[in-house]
T-cell receptor, first 113, second 116 residues
């Protein structure tokens, strides 16, 4: 079975400051890892994904994440946030043997001017 | 590419009526589609997995007779909430997987259902 833990439910950060949103997972099989962003009353937009290869993954809007297999983590980072980054962020895993996605409970990022 | 649409984007219905939500993949063939439910300030909960031409697979605790899923073509899946009640009010999101593009799921914009 798979599970995803997002340790921080809310993260306030000042504009232009760096941010890290934490994600840990557990799985008995190899997984693919994803970060999605959701703006109010909208669907999910893919930020980035890790399927294989380099453990440092760069995504859209200046976000990046690093897959750490030993720590079973896939933390999302951005060196300088903007007001427009205020949104809900979801980490998700998908076993490489199946279709299903398992989502974390989400982290609400609020960028303070 | 890889766009998924949902219709309607929001709907209000009276208790006891049925509501149909459509999920379409606009520029690819979706062999598998997924239906999620999201309560306010919460994560997405997978309700069911829908494969074209076959019966949907429902997650534990999801009433298949209440949430009817049909995946009649490679570009369309529908979710019908039958005999809706206020507790069915939620944000319903579908996603679609293009088997030719790997394991990524493409999400629709969601449908806000309010049952009065």
């Amino acid at each position: 079975a798979q599970s995803v833990t997002q340790l921080d439910s809310q993260v306030p950060v000042f504009e232009e400051a760096p941010v890290e949103l934490r994600c840990n997972y557990s799985s008995s099989v190899s997984v693919y890892l994803f970060w999605y962003v959701q703006y109010p009353n909208q669907g999910l937009q893919l930020l980035l994904k890790y399927l294989s290869g380099s453990t440092l993954v760069k995504g859209i809007n200046g976000f990046e994440a690093e897959f750490n297999k030993s720590q079973t983590s896939f933390h999302l980072r951005k060196p300088s946030v903007h007001i427009s980054d205020t949104a809900e962020y979801f980490c998700a895993v998908s076993p490489n043997t199946g279709n299903q996605f398992y989502f974390g409970t989400g982290t609400s990022l609020t960028v303070i001017p | 590419g890889a766009v998924v649409s949902q219709h309607p984007s929001w709907v209000i219905c009276k208790s006891g009526t049925s509501v149909k939500i459509e999920c379409r993949s606009l520029d690819f063939q979706a062999t598998t589609m997924f239906w999620y439910r999201q309560f306010p300030k919460q994560s997405l909960m997978l309700m069911a997995t829908s494969n074209e031409g076959s019966k949907a697979t429902y997650e534990q605790g999801v009433e298949k007779d209440k949430f009817l899923i049909n995946h009649a073509s490679l570009t369309l899946s529908t979710l019908t909430v039958t005999s809706a009640h206020p507790e069915d009010s939620s944000f319903y999101i579908c996603s679609a997987r293009d088997g030719g593009r790997g394991y990524e799921q493409y999400f629709g914009p969601g449908t806000r259902l309010t049952v009065t």
